[in-house]
Each structure stands twice: as structure tokens, then as C-alpha cells.
């Protein structure tokens, strides 16, 4: 079976999330291929250090989507009509770009990939979610249990697929359709009955503070920075988010981090 991890990169400041990634993922031990999607927003010289440690670059046109689409899904007007109320999205967040990770549906020389988003990192192997089932993704949980039946596309299981790919193109853009949360709705949509991974897979790091019980570094796999960045200076949840963040550089410096078995649970 070929195997690839795939994250997407968009942007300069996406390129930085995707540095922390890749070391992380490469400090597990995997074997399977890393591939990193990335745009014409992005400037060779950003991409160089993830080639430097062996990930795969491919380059990802914006989907042929029709001018009807593009324009009720700019950044806002898609935030008008579906405010983040929760937290604060960056500047550097384009609603459009998140629809370019359906094209990893093309990289049909593998036989399954497991998507994770720029914005997280990697703290223990996860290779066995190779072993799940299409369309496998985590929960959106970060502030209350009832969201559990709502998932995050942050961290998802796919099978490659023209056939698939195509019809994707077909049901995104049908006539008047509009995705609130981009690709997250989109997929939800698309996969009715998606397969639950357990929430560790992708904990998203508002749950630290949240939903400081449900939060166990001995069964946390990977943690999605989602809303503010852990790059990003002097944003106003920083000093909740501490550990976190330093956990985060610790990965983009490409230092060893902790046995995460070790780290303190929030108080």
C-alpha cells in the first residue's frame, strides 16, 4: 500500500505551520511520503526548507471553480454572512484556498493519504490511521460536547480518486452553493455518514482551556492550532495558550520536544 501524509500551503505564513509540521511528523518515525500542496501564493524560497527534509512538493492550481462561486465565498462576504464568533481568524486566512485540498483527491499514486492542516503538529505516530477507512475525520470539538457531531477538517483519512475528485467539482459548485465553513462543510456534506476518528487525532487547542478535562497528553495525537496561530505576535489568547505554543516551536525549530506522556494536563 502507498501512503502519503498531505498538509496545503497557501501562503508564507501557512509555509511556517507547515515547517513545524513536517518536523513533527518526521520525529514520529513515519515512513509514509509527506506532500505538501502548495499554491502561487507561496514564493520558492518559503518552500525550500520543507524540501530540505524531504517532503514532496506539488503544485495546486485554485479549483475551477465559476466567478458566481468565487465571489460568495470571498473572505467578506463569507464571514459576514457566517461570523467567527468563537476566535479571531488571521488576516492571512483566504476562504477560497482551503477548496484547493480537494485536489489532494488527484495524487492517485497513493493508495490512501491523511490530510492534516498546516496549522498543527504531530506529538506521536499516527501511521495507523492509514488503516481507516474513507472519509475518516475528528470531531469539531473545542467548546462543548454537543459538538461532536459536527467534524474538523483539519486532520482527515482519504483514498485518492479521479472519479471522486470529479464528482467533488461537480456537487461544490452546483448552482447557489455556498459553503459557510469552506471545505469543513463542504466535506461534511459530501461524506453524510464520515467515519469518527477519536478526538485525540486532531485536539483542537481551544479545548486547553475549554474543556481542560477532555485534555490527556498520554492519548493526544496531534494538536490543531485553529483561530489565532501560535506564530502570530501578541494575539490575545497567547498566555492561555503557553505550552502550546512553545510546544509549537519547539517543532518549527526542529528541537526535540518532551515525552508527551510527561507534559502537565491543564489545571
Not at 226 to 246: S, T
Amino acid at each position: 500500500m502507498r501512503y502519503a501524509y498531505v498538509t496545503l500551503v497557501t501562503n508564507a505564513d501557512y509555509a511556517k505551520g507547515a515547517l513545524a509540521l513536517v518536523h513533527s511528523l518526521r520525529n514520529t518515525g513515519t515512513g509514509a511520503d509527506i506532500v505538501v500542496l502548495h499554491t502561487g501564493g507561496v514564493e520558492g524560497n518559503a518552500l525550500r526548507p520543507l524540501e530540505v527534509l524531504g517532503a514532496r512538493l506539488v503544485e495546486a492550481d485554485l479549483l475551477p471553480t465559476s466567478t458566481e462561486f468565487n465571489e460568495r465565498h470571498q473572505r467578506e462576504r463569507i464571514h459576514a454572512l457566517a461570523p467567527f464568533t468563537k476566535g479571531g481568524k488571521p488576516a492571512f486566512h483566504t476562504p477560497l484556498d482551503n477548496f484547493v485540498k480537494l485536489r489532494l483527491w488527484t495524487l492517485v499514486e497513493y493508495d490512501r493519504v491523511v490530510f492534516i492542516d498546516a496549522d498543527a503538529i504531530v506529538i506521536r505516530n499516527i501511521d495507523r490511521l492509514f488503516t481507516y477507512p474513507e472519509f475518516s475525520a475528528a470531531p469539531n470539538v473545542y467548546e462543548s460536547l454537543k459538538d461532536f457531531h459536527r467534524l474538523n477538517s483539519g486532520v482527515f483519512v482519504a483514498a485518492p480518486s479521479m472519479d471522486t475528485y470529479d464528482a467533488m467539482l461537480k456537487a461544490l459548485d452546483a448552482p447557489g452553493a455556498f459553503w459557510p465553513r469552506t471545505d469543513q462543510t463542504f466535506l461534511q456534506t459530501y461524506f453524510p455518514g464520515w467515519h469518527g476518528l477519536p478526538v485525540f487525532y486532531n485536539m483542537l487547542q481551544y479545548v486547553w482551556f475549554n474543556l481542560p478535562d477532555l485534555w490527556d497528553w498520554r492519548s493526544v495525537h496531534v494538536v490543531h492550532y485553529q483561530y489565532e496561530k501560535p506564530w502570530q505576535e501578541n494575539h490575545p489568547k497567547r498566555e492561555r495558550l503557553r505550552p502550546l505554543i512553545d510546544l509549537w516551536f519547539a517543532c518549527y525549530e526542529g528541537r526535540a520536544i518532551p515525552d508527551p506522556d510527561r507534559l502537565p494536563n491543564p489545571s
